[in-house]
């Protein structure tokens, strides 16, 4: 689908990886609404990029994924704001120094999160409820792919989930028009990575042993994926990985067949 005159939600759209998929949109000729919790970086976000494409192109909204208020909100001020709705990316997520203490928190931002933006994508860009289709990608991470270890058991288990809801939507392009496809980066140059509390932390140790193995690769490489699974017709229910030593690559697709003998 062409990118320019569609309208794109982002979450965890004003920093880090977000920050750079909604640059990639609007050098493409979208629209952004940016969902985030922190206003303070938003609203900065914001003010930049209107400087660069124009007020009436980008929209930061104050949203938090694990509200299905806010969220049910903030879609509808979105199409109140730029008429329509045509790209979802669930891009909002969080790591966990210590999951013992608040892995319910995980997973209500990194899982139920990312399901509460494609069922409200769903309901605003499907054929079924009056919309014109459109894309929804979202992000996991080569933890769903590679586990890592039980210091992030319940962040694997999240970014897992993110990637078998994805790869089990391949039907909504017929019924509703809408193509779901998703993303895994390996760890990405960010905050969170460079955050000297993670760098201090015992689990960050391991983690850094992973990244001194895959190397660190650029917000930017994962906006360009997430640029090609929108713009890609061919891409439904994909998987596609970005690391430092293979670049973007789409995952084999496995399709099992059902057969009465398994039922």
Known sequence: ???QGSVAIVTGGAQGIGKH???ALLSRGGKVA????DQEKGTQLQERLQKQYG???VKFITCDVTSESQMTDSFKKTKEAFGQINIVCNNAGIGALNEGACWERVVDINLKGVIRGQLLGIQHMGWSHGGTGGAIVNVASLAAILPMGSWQAVYTATKSGVMALSKSCKDLKETEGIRVNCICP????TKMVKNPQFLASESSYREKDIISKLGLISPEEVASGVMQLIEDENYNAAV?????TKGIEILEKWT???RKSNL
Not at 34 to 37: A, S
Not at 240 to 244: E, F, Q
């Open 55 to 57: 007020t009436g192109e």
């Open 1 to 3: 689908m062409k990118i």
């Open 21 to 23: 998929i909604c640059r």
């Open 240 to 244: 596609m990985t970005v690391t430092k």
């Open 186 to 189: 390996g760890f990405t140059n």
């Open 34 to 37: 940016i969902f985030d919790v």
């Open 256 to 258: 099992p067949r059902l």
